[in-house]
């Protein structure tokens, strides 16, 4: 299973600190060159949402997440690349 989105609360967390958090878990606070607040998909009203890879490079039934601690991963399998 590969990340595809890393997910932080906005309660407890700063964009400061929760962009922090991402690069301490080994990922990116960008996507295609833009942080959280420069495109769409990347806030809510609760939450700080970090893509890693578009969602087009799943499985569409593949996604799963996964809590640790109060940050969520989004996680799924890869589409097989056909030659």
């Given at each position: ?15 400061a600190e929760a962009e922090k958090k991402v690069i301490k878990l080994g990922h990116s606070p960008t996507y295609r060159g ?50």
């Amino acid at each position: 299973m590969i990340v595809q989105s890393v997910i932080i609360p906005k309660k407890g967390y700063t964009y400061a600190e929760a962009e922090k958090k991402v690069i301490k878990l080994g990922h990116s606070p960008t996507y295609r060159g833009k942080n959280v607040k420069e495109y769409n998909a990347g806030q809510t009203t609760n939450f700080y949402r970090f893509r890693q890879m578009p969602p087009t490079r799943f499985k569409k039934d593949s996604f799963r997440t996964k809590k640790i601690n109060d940050i969520f991963l989004v996680v799924g399998e890869l589409k097989n690349n056909k030659k």
